[in-house]
Every structure is written in C-alpha cells, then in structure tokens.
C-alpha cells in the first residue's frame, strides 16, 4: 500500500467515524400517537356531579388515593348512596385513563352517549308547538368549539344539534366539560351524510342557511322566522362544497376590523341569537 493510498484510507475511515458519532449524538425525533379520545369518560368534578343530575348514567368513578376532600367527598357520597362502585387508584392510573391532563383526580366511566334520530329532533320541535330551530356542524374538529355550540344552542332554544359521524369529533369529556352540563339537555344527532340531511330538513319546512363570510346577505339583516338550520362549517376549511350548495342561503356576519374571520363556536353564536331575536 502506497502512502498515498494509506492516507486515503485513514481519511476515510476518519469520516465513518465521525458519521457515526454525529448519529449517535444527533437527538431522536419523538413520534408521539395522537391519543384516541374516549366518549365513554367524563373526568373533572364539576361535570361528573352535572352527569348525576342528568340522564347519564354512571357505570363507575376513579378517584384519585389521598384526594378525598372538597367536592369529591360529594362525588364519593353520591356515588355510595346510588350503589356506583367508587375505585381509589393511583393518580397515574387516571392519566392514563382520562383524555385530558385536567381531570382533578376523579374520573367516571358512563354509559355510552346515546345519540337520536333526525326524527326526534323535529318531534321535540313539534310537542313544543314550535318551528324546528336546528344546528348543523359540518365537521366540527375540536372538541372545545361543540361543547361551546351545544351550551349556546340549549340557551337560545335550539331543538337539537346534527353531526357527522367522519371527520368531526363526537360527545366526549370535554365537550361534557366546556358545555357546561348543556350537553344533558340537548338532543344531538350523528349522521352518516350531513347533504342528504339537508335535503330531509327542507322537505319538513326547513330553511336552511350556511355560514360563510362572503355570504349572500348578512345576519342581522335576515328574516330566520318558521324553520332553521343553521351549518357551521369545519374551523379551517369552512362549508364544505357539496353542504354549501344544498343550502338554501348564505349568511354573512358583519366585520369592521382587521381580523376577516371568527372562531367557528362564536359565529354560532352570534348566529343562534339572530335566530333567537326572530323568535322571540
């Protein structure tokens, strides 16, 4: 071997070294699974002690060991005098079992949400004497925007609330949670095709009207008298093709400032109260 040849091959070797040091030292990238949500689950105090007043039933609750003070001597005496098995577990045990960290160290296990049918909705309407007054979420994502839209829809009046069963979040925790309890009192329909459900509402005297800021009229100048439903359109990507053109009306809400676009559960609100203002 020549010196030449030698020096190459200690250059050589030096670099593999070094790519092997550097791939050693260079940090992992963490794959994290996006945890999957369990509707089966309320966590937190305030929402388990809204579920007894409900009619939810609560099949068990996890409390954590030592946490026994405040509100959850309420829980646990509730739960005693109901026959609900009340399980003392280590607080990691709840965090694996709650969908959120913020479970303040009790969790219930419930009896699946029970859904209802298009038909009830507008049944409930009929037995009030009143025109159906209905929300339609079209993939509605977080599950902080529905739990805000039931709690509105329960305060103006709305008979019952539609979504999708893909690609939009369902009755879990935190829709429990940020509703306020409102979730107890709503009637709330998932559905296979949000289009062809359009199609039923109008065929019931159901106006339909999307909602989307380059509408064809704006809110507070339409007339939401008889039958409503109200789309709401997924937080990035609006209505989507297919719901907007089954709509009958596009509705605007008017904007002065510099921000061009609401978050999905405050123009449902500001919507659901025009609609109320008509009713009333």
Do not use: W
């Not at 009637?187 to 380059?214: C, H, P, Q, W």
């Not at 509408?215 to 007339?223: A, K, Q």
């Amino acid at each position: 071997m020549t010196k030449k040849d030698n020096k190459r091959r200690i250059a050589f070797e030096y670099e593999k070294e070094q790519a092997k040091r550097t791939k050693k030292e260079r940090p992992q990238r963490e794959v994290r699974e996006e945890k999957e949500i369990n509707e089966n689950v309320i966590e937190g105090r305030n929402p388990i002690l809204e579920a007894f007043d409900s009619k939810i039933t609560v099949e068990k609750i996890l409390v954590s060991k030592g946490d026994n003070q405040g509100s959850i001597i309420k829980i646990m005496s509730i739960a005693k005098d109901r026959g609900i098995p009340v399980i003392e577990v280590d607080r990691r045990k709840l965090d694996t079992v709650a969908n959120t960290p913020q479970h303040q160290g009790v969790v219930a296990y419930i009896t699946p949400y029970r859904y209802v049918e298009v038909a009830d909705i507008l049944a409930i309407a009929k037995e009030k004497g009143e025109k159906p007054f209905v929300m339609i979420l079209d993939e509605i994502e977080d599950p902080h925007n529905l739990g805000s839209i039931i709690r509105t829809a329960e305060l103006c009046g709305v008979h019952g609330v539609i979504i999708p069963k893909r690609r939009s979040v369902g009755v879990n925790s935190t829709v429990f949670k940020t509703s306020a309890g409102a979730v107890n009192h709503m009637a709330i329909s998932k559905v296979t095709n949000i289009a062809r459900v359009i199609d039923e509402l109008k065929e019931e005297g159901v106006f339909v009207y999307g909602a989307d800021m380059n509408g064809d009229s704006r809110s507070h100048e339409t007339n939401f008298s008889g039958g409503v439903g109200l789309v709401i359109g997924n937080e990035g990507k609006g209505l989507s093709r297919l719901v907007r053109e089954k709509c009958d009306g596009i509705v605007s809400i008017p904007m002065v400032g510099k921000v061009n676009s609401l978050n999905a559960s405050v123009a449902a609100g500001i919507l659901m109260y025009e609609v109320m203002k008509s009713r009333l």
